[in-house]
């Protein structure tokens, strides 16, 4: 099974910036292509993904022109630059992967296999 690793998250004033990293280990083909985010009491909300080869990425509404995404298939890693940070920002962040590679951006829930344990990200106002 895959395992995905997160890092970067932390406390940060509004206007701030972070970058989270998901790190991609396993024997099984996958990819780490997509980051939610889930703030208490609210459901899980779709922020970011790419397509397998990187050519192609989406954004969820609520952070077009703030965050980038971003992959060193090398490393098998995944990025996630988030800049002006606001305090809606504030929520656990999980990095996500498939069993099997894809041509086209994926921003559901159900299109991924895997999951990060998910990594806190508080924006203070």
């Known amino acids: 099974q895959v395992q995905l690793v997160e890092s970067g998250g932390g406390l940060v004033q509004a206007g701030g910036s972070l970058r989270l990293a998901c790190a991609a280990s396993?024997?099984?083909?996958?990819?780490?292509l997509g980051w939610f985010r889930q703030a208490p009491g609210k459901k899980r909300e779709f922020v970011a993904a790419?397509?397998?080869?990187?050519?192609?990425?989406a954004y969820g509404d609520s952070v077009k022109g703030r965050f980038t995404i971003s992959r060193d298939n090398a490393k098998n890693t995944l990025y996630l630059q988030m800049n002006s940070l606001k305090p809606e920002d504030t929520a656990v962040y999980y990095c996500a992967a498939r069993r099997v590679r894809t041509f086209v951006v994926k921003i559901w829930e159900a299109d991924y296999d895997y999951w990060g344990q998910g990594t806190q990200v508080t924006v203070s106002s």
């Open positions: 790419m397509n397998g080869s990187g050519g192609s990425s």
């Open positions: 396993g024997r099984t083909v996958s990819w780490p």
